[in-house]
């Protein structure tokens, strides 16, 4: 079972299409995404890329713009391997190859300045060796990016998965889901202005793709990596430094540490994009994190055995959760507790009128994170 691949290569899809028709806007949007993740086009020029997972290969694109010296592209999806490889031909993008493989069984050699691993790890069985073995292929001193979800950050679509079950078996087959639930979802995504993905992808990729595999924390990715690799750059961007730079050194650097401490204060904020939290004791955020974490595993549960038992217990979960972040953010506690009334109703919620604060509720999406590999 491999998660993502088997279920995109059976709907013979790569649904991470986004809308690039502003060029301009996406280019300058990733040249953000890089800022935050201390990587100056600069540094990609001239350099070694590799990346795993490219999808559809729109941000493929913008990478190759900054003229890399190789660019090594590994996909295991046949839809993504011909939409990377037309895209990057119809760009002329020079130093380019793109090369099928499973990820994990990935062998070389060679050894990247940059390795890019984006959309790919959460959800796969063991996201922790996962990210260790794309890390692997750095050269020391390079860098790797990865993308986390957590549970708190997932909350947006855990939910909604939960309200879609109750709607539309998910057993039913994914085409069906998909034109039942659109008319459900669109509007919610219609209230986020910076969307550029298509909403059947967004449908496909977050509502209706099955879950064997796990989550993958910002804590859990530092853990996994933090024996050859240490955490630099997060976007969104919320690390903060005020050591002097001259107590910075041996055993004393502590990045790693410090990384998940800054984590679990800010975590709160994961949940809801249309809030700004106050920093929290990072017991606290560990207590949300891990009901969230229940939360998904409850609801990967209940879609894989094909069944609602166990809704009562996922709908105690997220007015527990609601609970927890109501006094640090009541628009956050108010959209749960309207999405567990309407969970509760099982089919029979009055979508239209039953969810003004939900609709627009959703997370600070994934979380990028780069390491350098320790020399
Ligand atoms: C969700 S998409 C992300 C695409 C792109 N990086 C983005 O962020 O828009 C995941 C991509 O990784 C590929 N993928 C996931 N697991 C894989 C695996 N185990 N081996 C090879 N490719 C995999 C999928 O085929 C797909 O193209």
């Known amino acids: 079972m491999k998660p993502f691949v088997d279920f995109y290569s059976a709907n013979e899809i790569a649904p991470v299409r986004q809308d690039i028709s502003d060029r301009q806007r996406h280019f300058q949007r990733r040249i953000a995404l890089y800022r935050h993740l201390g990587i100056p086009t600069a540094l990609i020029a001239g350099r070694s890329v590799i990346e795993f997972g490219p999808g559809a290969g729109h941000n493929a694109?913008?990478?190759?713009?900054?003229?890399?010296?190789?660019?090594?592209?590994?996909?295991?999806?046949?839809?993504?391997?011909?939409?990377?490889?037309?895209?990057?031909?119809?760009?002329?993008?020079?130093?380019?190859?793109?090369?099928?493989?499973?990820?994990?069984?990935?062998?070389?050699?060679?050894?990247?300045?940059i390795v890019l691993c984006e959309g790919v790890i959460p959800f796969q069985i063991d996201p922790g060796a996962f990210a260790r073995h794309v890390a692997g292929f750095a050269k020391p001193g390079g860098i790797v990016v990865v993308t986390c979800i957590d549970g708190i950050s997932f909350l947006g679509e855990s939910t909604r998965r939960l309200l879609a079950d109750t709607l539309v078996p998910f057993k039913a087959p994914p085409a069906e889901r998909l034109s039942q639930l659109r008319t459900v979802f669109e509007p919610h995504l219609k209230t986020l202005k910076g969307m550029s993905r298509l909403?059947?992808?967004?449908?496909?990729?977050n509502i209706l793709v099955p879950y064997s595999g796990n989550l993958f924390s910002l804590k859990d990715a530092i853990e996994a990596l933090s024996d050859a690799n240490d955490v630099y750059g997060v976007s969104p961007h919320f690390f903060t430094d005020w050591r002097w730079y001259k107590d910075v050194w041996g055993d004393q650097s502590r990045y790693n540490e410090r990384g998940?401490?800054?984590y679990l204060t800010n975590i709160l904020n994961l949940a809801d994009y249309r809030v700004m939290m106050e920093s929290q004791p990072p017991e606290k955020g560990g207590r949300v994190l891990r009901k969230a974490e229940a939360l998904f595993l409850q609801m990967r549960g209940m879609e894989n055995a094909g069944n609602l038992e166990g809704l009562d217990s996922a709908v105690s979960l997220v007015r527990e959760i609601a609970d927890e972040i109501n006094p640090v953010s009541d628009l956050t506690g108010k959209s749960l507790r309207e999405v567990a009334a309407a969970i509760e109703q099982r089919g029979n919620a009055n979508l239209s009128v039953a969810l003004p604060n939900f609709q627009s509720f959703f997370g600070r999406g994934q979380q990028y994170v780069s390491f350098i590999r320790r020399a």
Do not use: H
């Open 260 to 262: 998940i401490g800054e």
């Open 199 to 205: 909403v059947d992808d967004w449908m496909y990729d």
């Open 61 to 113: 694109i913008v990478t190759a713009s900054f003229k890399p010296a190789r660019y090594l592209l590994v996909d295991g999806n046949p839809a993504s391997l011909k939409a990377t490889r037309e895209i990057l031909a119809q760009e002329r993008a020079q130093n380019c190859e793109v090369v099928s493989s499973y990820i994990e069984e990935f062998k070389s050699d060679e050894r990247f300045d």
